[in-house]
């Protein structure tokens, strides 16, 4: 059964809907996901070197339990990533 998707989780999936509409995000092309810090930024937040943890608590963990109780629906919280450093 799905589960309801929250204020930070729906804050969440506009970024992320925004960036693939701009087709920013590419399928298949982990190179133009969003970074962690920048899903924080985007949601008013200033990113810090726990980005991540602070993105789950930001949404990301709403986000992701939805997609995997809605059936049919993809999982798109794995286009939020940690920044790689450029070699």
């Known amino acids: 059964m799905a589960t309801s998707l929250g204020p930070r989780g729906r804050a969440l999936l506009r970024v992320i809907v925004e960036e693939i509409r701009k087709r920013r995000v ?23 070197p726990f980005a991540g943890r602070r993105l789950q608590q930001a949404g990301l963990n709403e986000l992701n339990e939805w997609t995997i109780s809605s059936p049919g629906i993809p999982k798109i919280a794995g286009l939020i990533v940690r920044a790689c450093p450029m070699s």
């Open 26 to 48: 590419l399928k298949g092309d982990s190179t133009t996901f969003i970074p962690y810090s920048e899903a924080l930024a985007r949601l008013g937040m200033k990113p810090n």
